[in-house]
C-alpha cells in the first residue's frame, strides 16, 4: 500500500512540475498582460502549444497569475476554429471569478467581456 502511494506521490509532482516548466518555458499567448486562450472541441481548451480540460485549464492559469503576473483571460478564436460555446465561455467566467482575473471573448478584434453566472 505505501509503494502505491509513493508513487502516486512521485507522479503527482512529477506532473506539477512538468506544468511549472511547461509554464515557464512557453509562456508566449500572454498579450497584454492577459493569457490568451483557444477553444477547442467540448470542454477544452488549448494555450502555449499544450490542450487542457478545465481543471488543468485552471491549474495552469492560477500558475500564470503567480509567476508571469497576468491580469485577465481572453478566450479567443482564430481564424477558421469554431466558435467557442455558451459552456466554454462560463467556464473561462469561473476560472477568472474565483482568481479574480477580468475576462473577455475575443471574436475578431472586438473585447467582449465575460460575466460568469453561477
Known amino acids: 500500500m505505501k509503494h502505491v502511494l509513493g508513487a502516486f506521490q ?4 512529477a506532473g506539477f512540475v512538468a506544468v511549472l516548466l511547461a509554464s515557464s ?8 498582460g492577459r493569457a490568451m486562450v483557444t477553444p477547442v472541441k467540448e470542454d477544452r481548451f488549448a494555450i502555449d ?6 481543471a488543468e ?12 503576473k497576468i491580469k485577465g483571460i481572453v478566450l479567443r ?12 465561455k462560463r467556464i473561462i467566467g469561473s476560472i ?8 473577455f471573448y475575443q ?3 472586438e473585447l ?7
Open 25 to 32: 518555458v512557453h509562456a508566449t499567448d500572454i498579450k497584454d
Open 49 to 54: 502549444a499544450f490542450t487542457f480540460g478545465k
Open 96 to 103: 477568472g471569478n474565483t482568481l479574480q482575473l477580468e475576462t
Open 57 to 68: 485549464l485552471f491549474g495552469y492559469i492560477s500558475d500564470l497569475k503567480d509567476t508571469k
Open 10 to 13: 512521485a507522479m503527482l509532482v
Open 107 to 109: 471574436q475578431g478584434k
Open 112 to 118: 467582449e467581456p465575460i460575466v460568469y453566472k453561477p
Open 77 to 88: 478564436e482564430k481564424k477558421g476554429k469554431a466558435i467557442a460555446s455558451d459552456e466554454q
